[in-house]
């Protein structure tokens, strides 16, 4: 009787210590997984590095009743989760769609002196971009259009569109911002541009004034594929300018003055702010400017 009393006391330690010990092991398991935790895509600089990421949340193991079995369980969740935040840091960039749409609400689509939409639509259907024209988001927006381009909205900007920008850009897509100048008047709305671009959290910022001169101006490139690829002579002509911030490029840049087109990455995606509608209409046809707009459909 006491021996079968002294067997039972001495399992009851043996299960008391090993619960201290898994215990333990879990609360490291806990810490180790927790410090990966956090980890997201960065973002890089050129066409597509990522809009955000975050590794998913992964168990540290469970309790057992053998102190080294719960040790490889946790190390082997700590790993895990290690992993997760490496493939997510170096993981390739989201497939976009290559269609192009062209926003013309909010009042835009003009001045017809300077912008040809429906030129702008054949250029890009012309070289095989699926391409469509509207003053409305049509149905099935996000899963054909991997670039959406305002073109120069002159009133105040539609907030459902305004909203799909925002998660076309998170998504790895690209905004095309198009503004005409104000000097001889005001042809263009920098404000409703800058708003949107704050929310983007862009360091870009369009001006009406300044710029080019009443005169084709052939602009300094920075190459920035594949937006660039081919281009090698952008013109604009009477065009205000692009603010470039902390983070911006000057895509295209007078020479030894201001940035005419700004880009800035913005995750896995991508801003453009073009502060000329000229070369997308009455210059349309000068230097790469076509070119440059195929290349909309290229991610």
Same mark, same amino acid.
């Given at each position: 009787?006491?021996?079968? +009393?002294?067997?039972?006391?001495?399992?009851? =330690?043996?299960? =008391?210590?090993?619960?201290?010990?898994?215990?333990?092991?879990? %609360?490291?398991?806990?810490?180790?997984?927790?410090?990966?935790?956090?980890?997201?895509?960065?973002?890089?600089?050129?066409?597509?590095?990522?809009?955000?990421?975050?590794?998913?949340?992964?168990?540290?193991?469970?309790?057992?009743?053998?102190?080294?079995?719960?040790?490889?369980?946790?190390?082997?969740?700590?790993?895990?989760?290690?992993?997760?935040?490496?493939?997510?840091?170096?993981?390739?960039?989201?497939?976009?769609?290559?269609? @192009? +749409?062209?926003? %013309?609400?909010?009042?835009?689509?003009?001045? !017809?002196?300077?912008?040809?939409? /429906?030129?702008?639509?054949?250029?890009?259907?012309?070289?095989?971009?699926?391409?469509?024209?509207?003053?409305?988001?049509?149905?099935?927006?996000?899963?054909? +259009?991997?670039?959406? @381009?305002?073109?120069?909205?002159?009133?105040?900007?539609?907030? %459902?569109?305004?909203?799909?920008?925002?998660?076309? @850009?998170?998504?790895?897509?690209?905004?095309?911002?198009?503004?005409?100048? =104000?000097?001889?008047? =005001?042809?263009? /709305?920098?404000?409703?541009?800058?708003?949107?671009?704050?929310?983007?959290?862009?360091?870009?910022?369009?001006?009406?004034? !300044?710029?080019?001169?009443?005169?084709?101006?052939?602009?300094?490139?920075?190459?920035?594929?594949?937006?660039?690829? !081919?281009?090698?002579?952008? @013109?604009?002509?009477?065009?205000?300018?692009?603010?470039?911030?902390?983070?911006?490029?000057?895509?295209?840049?007078?020479?030894?003055?201001?940035?005419?087109?700004?880009?800035?990455?913005?995750?896995?995606?991508?801003?453009?702010?073009?502060?000329?509608?000229?070369?997308?209409?009455?210059?349309?046809?000068?230097?790469? /400017?076509?070119?440059?707009?195929? /290349?909309?459909?290229?991610?």
């Amino acid at each position: 009787m006491i021996r079968t +009393f002294a067997s039972a006391l001495l399992v009851l =330690c043996f299960g =008391c210590g090993d619960r201290d010990s898994s215990s333990d092991d879990l %609360t490291t398991a806990s810490s180790g997984a927790a410090s990966t935790q956090g980890s997201s895509a960065s973002s890089g600089s050129g066409m597509n590095p990522a809009t955000s990421g975050t590794s998913a949340d992964s168990p540290a193991g469970s309790e057992s009743e053998s102190g080294s079995a719960s040790s490889a369980t946790a190390d082997a969740a700590s790993g895990a989760a290690e992993d997760t935040s490496t493939d997510l840091s170096g993981g390739a960039p989201p497939e976009v769609a290559g269609g @192009v +749409f062209l926003w %013309t609400g909010s009042g835009g689509g003009g001045p !017809g002196t300077d912008l040809y939409p /429906n030129q702008v639509l054949a250029t890009l259907t012309g070289a095989g971009v699926d391409t469509e024209l509207g003053d409305t988001l049509p149905v099935g927006f996000e899963r054909r +259009f991997g670039t959406l @381009v305002y073109l120069n909205p002159r009133s105040d900007f539609d907030p %459902t569109v305004d909203a799909a920008a925002l998660d076309l @850009v998170e998504a790895g897509g690209r905004l095309v911002l198009v503004m005409e100048h =104000c000097k001889n008047g =005001c042809w263009g /709305n920098a404000e409703g541009h800058n708003e949107l671009l704050g929310a983007l959290g862009s360091s870009l910022s369009m001006v009406g004034d !300044g710029g080019a001169p009443l005169s084709d101006t052939a602009l300094v490139l920075t190459p920035t594929p594949p937006l660039t690829d !081919g281009v090698s002579d952008l @013109v604009v002509y009477y065009s205000g300018h692009v603010e470039l911030g902390a983070s911006g490029v000057a895509l295209g840049a007078m020479d030894g003055g201001e940035a005419i087109v700004g880009f800035e990455p913005l995750g896995w995606g991508e801003v453009v702010a073009i502060a000329d509608s000229s070369m997308l209409g009455y210059r349309l046809a000068a230097g790469d /400017n076509a070119l440059f707009l195929q /290349n909309w459909g290229q991610h």
